[in-house]
T-cell receptor, first 116, second 115 residues
Framework: AAGVIQSPRHLIKEKRETATLKCYPI?????VYWYQQGPGQDPQFLIS???????DKGSIPDRFSAQQFSDYHSELNMSSLELGDSALYFC???????????????FGPGTRLTVL | AQKVTQAQTEISVVEKEDVTLDCVYE???????LFWYKQPPSGELVFLIR??????QNEISGRYSWNFQKSTSSFNFTITASQVVDSAVYFC????????????FGKGTTLSVSS
């Protein structure tokens, strides 16, 4: 079965650089979520989108922005990177259709971002 | 506010022992969902179970079982006859009954199973 695809899987950046993470949800899933997991931490919700509109917002820094495109893929843009942004970034997707599992989020493999 | 507490930070057992991971949650919602995820050393989050607040039936899946008790706001996870491959971080999570909303994770319990 198709899963959530995230790219790149690993990314190394310098401080103050920018980074773009991409997420391709499971086919027919129209809701996308982003989570950040620091070393030894639990995943923290950043933001979610449904039908290209922001659905919920968590602790996403102002330096970060995200959007969902017409093909439902999503991109997380991170600017002025800081050492503390080094983390595993997960994307998840879920369907929002009648009869489907409610809010069951399927996670991608994650993008490991290292800021030097 | 929603909150998930996993009081056990680390647990170490020997193979074939049974182990229970505790999860206590707080929410004001009457309808909500509870989850368990496994995160092995490779880093991916593996979905284990989802339970809605109206379904208090315990569930068993192979060596895994879950005990949901609304009266104590707990959703505990038991691994029977643990194996080395069970070594991982286990997260309990909570969400509202609305698609598009966040999963609130507990801090996780690191389970180490030695041979």
């Amino acid at each position: 079965a198709a899963g959530v695809i995230q790219s790149p899987r690993h990314l190394i950046k310098e401080k103050r650089e920018t980074a773009t993470l991409k997420c391709y949800p499971i086919p027919r899933h129209d809701t996308v979520y982003w989570y950040q997991q620091g070393p030894g931490q639990d995943p923290q919700f950043l933001i979610s989108f449904y039908e290209k509109m922001q659905s919920d917002k968590g602790s996403i820094p102002d330096r970060f922005s995200a959007q969902q495109f017409s093909d439902y893929h999503s991109e997380l843009n991170m600017s002025s990177l800081e050492l503390g942004d080094s983390a595993l970034y997960f994307c998840a997707s879920s369907p929002r259709l009648a009869g489907e599992a409610d809010n069951e989020q399927f996670f991608g493999p994650g993008t490991r971002l290292t800021v030097l | 506010a929603q909150k998930v507490t996993q009081a056990q930070t680390e647990i170490s057992v020997v193979e074939k022992e049974d182990v229970t991971l505790d999860c206590v949650y707080e929410t004001r919602d009457t309808t909500y969902y509870l989850f368990w995820y496994k995160q092995p050393p490779s880093g991916e989050l593996v979905f284990l179970i989802r339970r809605n607040s109206f379904d208090e039936q315990n569930e068993i899946s192979g060596r895994y079982s879950w005990n949901f008790q609304k009266s104590t706001s707990s959703f505990n996870f038991t691994i029977t006859a643990s194996q080395v491959v069970d070594s991982a971080v286990y997260f309990c999570a909570l969400s509202e009954d609305q698609a598009g909303t966040a999963l609130i994770f507990g801090k996780g319990t690191t389970l180490s199973v030695s041979s």
